[in-house]
């Protein structure tokens, strides 16, 4: 018996019959994408985020919060393959990252985390107000480099954040890897953990963690936290940041052995 043969052409009109299927969302992503892709012209307002990369591959979002100090989250700068922290000069923060091109190029010196962090089985730290981290830099990116820091917000900003306050988020996801992303219609949505974490709706997907969370004030940005993960509670879902101060919890210096 023959068996009918399908043509090339027939696959494709049977293809163009069939109903498109769009590609789920990136997780992270909170029903419509709001993440938009920062154009040339305004990219000067953030140079002061850019990429983490590691040696070896991978990377995160940090920010400049001192001339030779950035922000990112703790798990960032953990190994998983070797179970522990990467040392500091395998850390490389490149601020305004664009496709391939930047404005300078920092290896770290020493990393600053909580006195009490301890990683957990999936390689981030078992209490989640303990995932942020400061990497201190071997370069002075606002002398070397013309880099201003973003200035991290004090008890005062930081307590006249109600819910649904405007957020601002701007990071390099793995979807978009060489280019920052804008997020800046997204809302605060409550705290946690005696007001240690900070609960929104920022679109943030992999490669986002340690990206800024940011609020107006006085017409320039601060920093109120640092994007660490996204948590379900049932059928809600939200991104979770650690809250920062000027005064950062934990003055301990961690080896990165």
């Not at 953030?46 to 919060?65: D, E, K």
């Not at 850390?91 to 920092?106: E, K, S």
């Not at 940011?214 to 940041?241: F, K, L, P, Q, T």
Request: charged share 25%; net charge neutral; with cysteine.
């Amino acid at each position: 018996m023959k068996r009918p043969v399908l043509t090339l052409a027939a696959l494709v009109l049977l293809a163009l019959a069939l109903p498109a299927v769009a590609a789920p969302p990136p997780p992270g992503i909170f029903e419509k994408d709001d993440r938009h892709v920062i154009g040339k012209d305004e990219q000067k307002r953030w140079n002061a985020v850019g990429r983490l990369n590691r040696s070896g591959g991978g990377f995160c979002t940090a920010v400049l919060i001192a001339p030779d100090e950035v922000l990112t989250a703790a798990h960032c700068l953990w190994d998983g393959e070797r179970k522990r922290w990467f040392e500091p000069d395998m850390i490389h923060f490149v601020p305004g990252y664009r496709r391939g091109q930047y404005l300078g190029h920092a290896r770290g010196r020493s990393f600053r985390m909580s006195d009490t962090i301890e990683i957990g089985a999936h390689g981030r730290p078992k209490e989640p107000v303990d995932d942020w981290a400061v990497v201190r830099l071997d370069l002075d990116l606002l002398a070397g480099a013309g880099v201003r820091p973003l200035e991290l917000a004090g008890p005062i900003a930081r307590s006249m954040l109600a819910r649904d306050t405007r957020l601002t988020r701007v990071g390099y996801g793995r979807d978009r890897p060489h280019l920052p992303v804008l997020v800046d219609h997204c809302r605060a949505l409550g705290s946690m953990r005696h007001g240690r974490l900070l609960l929104h709706d920022c679109d943030a997907t992999l490669g986002d963690s340690g990206s800024p969370l940011m609020a107006e004030r006085d017409g320039r940005y601060v920093v109120m936290g640092v994007h660490s993960s996204i948590v379900s509670m049932g059928d809600n879902v939200a991104g979770v940041a650690v809250f920062v101060e000027r005064q950062l919890p934990g003055e301990a210096l961690q080896p990165a052995d």
